[in-house]
């Protein structure tokens, strides 16, 4: 089987509610509202049905939840939403055999409670984050005790990009131009949380914590020599802060705690960069991944061109397997 582990879909109750409560909802919001694929389970089938043996794990797609508002706003909305995935798994298990819950980043103690009852109570397989919360990075004070919990249950995060075109390029300017803050910005916003989290400790914390990072982790494996070589060198650099301090606080080399981040093949059909991501996280954690439905067909045409990428490999068919099925049915404890 072909499973997908990072695409998205809106709950038709929770579709209702966002546009009353963001009836403008701007940047990734607009681009969603135009897509029938995420709403339309009949549009959505017709298209998943190109695909043999092929089914889904499923999460919200953008904005992320605090987007909506401040509690209770937020946590009001990541409950609809998680009662909207476990009703269509429910439903449609050959379609959709797990998903993956959303929290209310924006309420500390709202967000521990909802991750508590999706995963124990709704059966979520893990829950999605996304690379800030509002501005603030995911470990700071009041988010971090999620790592915690996460750690504890033995369910994975799922680490989605965010961020808009407020978010400028340059100091003198008031906004991003091109959609550089989506094509550049994204890649860049999932490193530099997957660094917060190595350079916090999470991982000698919690040795097994499992992070997957979406689009086969940002910029990362194509900067290995920053990343290794680079940060080894950490605080040579700086002038107002001893990093050397740190560096010798954490177990590993920094390198090497990015290699114990899970990573997707949601790359849009970029063959090399998927062999480079394959290399540089190892087959074991490398899952399959479409990102559908955001191509320029609004719903096939990542699917098609990753699974293309995917059986034109040169590994072994236990590889193949491990990165379309196994890995994710170990990692999600899947039946």
């Not at 009041?142 to 340059?170: N, Q, S, V």
Request: glycine share 8%.
């Amino acid at each position: 089987m072909k499973l997908d582990i990072f695409n998205h879909i809106f709950p038709q109750a929770f579709y209702k509610r966002a546009l009353e409560v963001v009836p403008n909802g701007k940047d990734m919001f607009k681009r969603v509202r135009d897509i029938p694929y995420i709403v339309d389970l009949d549009e959505r089938f017709r298209i998943m049905d190109r695909f043999d043996d092929y089914a889904q794990v499923i999460c919200l797609g953008s904005p992320p939840i605090e987007v909506f508002g401040p509690p209770p706003v937020s946590t009001e909305m990541a409950r609809l939403a998680n009662d909207g995935m476990a009703e269509l798994v429910a439903k449609y298990p050959g379609r959709f055999p797990a998903f993956i819950a959303s929290l209310p980043m924006n309420d500390p103690v709202g967000l521990l409670r909802e991750a508590e009852r999706a995963i124990g109570e709704l059966g979520a397989v893990g829950v999605q984050v996304f690379t800030n919360v509002l501005g603030k990075p995911l470990t700071a004070p009041e988010t971090l005790p999620l790592f915690d919990l996460m750690a504890k249950l033995d369910c994975p995060i799922w680490l989605h990009p965010a961020r808009g075109a407020d978010f400028a390029d340059y100091k003198k300017e008031t906004k991003s131009h091109y959609e550089i803050w989506w094509t550049l910005g994204w890649p860049y916003e999932t490193s530099v949380a997957m660094a917060h989290m190595v350079f916090e400790g999470l991982f000698d914390k919690h040795p097994e914590l499992k992070i997957i990072t979406h689009h086969m982790g940002g910029m990362i494996p194509y900067f290995e020599g920053r990343v290794g070589p680079g940060w080894d060198l950490l605080g040579t650099r700086t002038s107002d802060q001893d990093y050397s301090l740190l560096l010798k606080k954490l177990k590993k080399r920094p390198l090497d705690y990015f290699k114990m981040f899970y990573a997707d093949t949601a790359l849009f059909g970029a063959r090399k960069a998927t062999e480079l991501g394959l290399d540089f996280f190892g087959v074991d954690n490398v899952m399959f991944a479409s990102d559908a439905p955001f191509d320029p067909e609004k719903g096939a045409a990542y699917t098609r061109w990753t699974i293309e990428i995917i059986d034109a490999l040169d590994i072994t068919p236990e590889q193949r397997y491990a990165i379309y099925e196994g890995n994710a049915r170990r990692l999600l404890k899947l039946k």
